[in-house]
């Protein structure tokens, strides 16, 4: 076996593109294939992108102070033990999105071209729909997370998202400083 | 933190479907890992590559392919750190249970 072969960055973004056809071999044109090991490409440097991002968004977490509400105002607006918590998880969620959003959304882009590309070039579809589901789209629990947060009065929501802010924060950490945590 | 014990725990539908799905996250890491590395050995014996005369590794592509490497444990981390977070909520918002309750705290924070 020629080593240089092992070493060459043709055959390891040739790979990429090899896994996800539906078979070892599979026969796919030469046009096809330079556009498989092209998009194959940008799915590693989406995936670089993310991964960094998330370190990134991370950081910010580790780092900044959580949110503290204040109990008058709680109660000045009617506020549950169970509405704080709804506000709190879902702002959770909301805003490591938005720190991560960018590199997510790319990712989640590239992966579906290459889903909607895949009778053309030969793609094992459902490789490509496993990472999307995984890595790129909000579960049903998370939607539910949302809707639960839009039925709370608009006043607690202008409330919570003053304290909260865009910031991604930590879910258990904000709980407990808040006195919601039920051990 | 440490861990306290936990006896008699008897995880619930909801904890169970969790777990099932960290499990599959953390398959589908190496998915993408293996797309990334395993591949280099299917396409030396694929049979329809005409073979390379001129062999260019270029510094940017190395970088590339390092990169994607190493963001791979980040995204894995981060999947498997939003299911734990959703059944921490879970417990908090609706159906408590202490014993589940302490179990997913450990998981998210490990024993140390």
Redesign the interface.
């Known amino acids: 076996m020629d080593v240089s072969k092992l070493l060459s960055p043709r055959y390891i973004i040739l790979s990429l593109a090899i896994v996800f056809s539906a078979s070892c071999g599979a026969a796919v044109d030469a046009g096809s294939e330079e556009v498989l090991e092209h998009l194959s490409r940008k799915i590693l440097k989406a995936t670089a992108s993310y991964g960094e991002r998330i370190e990134y968004c991370d950081k910010i977490v580790a780092s900044s102070d959580v949110p503290k509400f204040d109990k008058e105002q709680l109660t000045k607006l009617k506020a549950s033990r169970e509405d704080v918590v709804a506000a709190v998880a879902y702002l959770t969620f909301n805003n490591y999105f938005l720190c991560e959003r960018n590199e997510r959304l790319g990712l989640a882009f590239y992966l579906g071209a290459m889903e909607s590309l895949k009778s053309t070039l030969n793609v094992d579809s459902s490789s490509v729909s496993e990472l999307q589901s995984a890595v790129s789209y909000p579960s049903i629990r998370e939607l539910n997370l949302e809707l639960d947060y839009l039925k709370l009065p608009q006043s607690q929501r202008d409330y919570y998202e003053s304290i909260v802010g865009d910031a991604p924060f930590d879910l258990m950490r904000t709980l407990k400083k808040n006195s919601l945590i039920r051990e | 933190m440490s861990c306290p014990p936990i006896s008699g725990l008897k995880l619930d539908t909801e904890s169970k479907d969790a777990i099932g799905r960290i499990t599959?996250?953390q398959n589908?890491a190496k998915?993408?890992s293996?797309?990334?590395?395993?591949?280099?050995?299917?396409?030396?014996?694929?049979?329809?590559?005409a073979p390379?005369t001129a062999?260019n590794?270029?510094q940017t592509?190395?970088d590339?392919?390092s990169?994607?490497m190493?963001?791979?444990?980040?995204?894995q981390?981060?999947?498997i750190q939003?299911e734990i977070?959703?059944m921490?909520?879970?417990?908090?918002?609706g159906k408590?249970d202490?014993k589940h309750?302490q179990f997913w705290?450990g998981m998210?924070?490990g024993c140390k």
Do not use: C, E
């Open positions: 599959k996250n589908l998915l993408l293996a797309s990334l590395t395993v591949g280099v050995f299917n396409s030396i014996f694929t049979k329809n590559k390379v062999l590794i270029t592509d190395w590339l392919y990169k994607a190493s963001a791979l444990p980040n995204i981390k981060r999947v939003k977070d959703m921490i909520i879970h417990y908090q918002m408590y202490h309750v705290k998210k924070y």
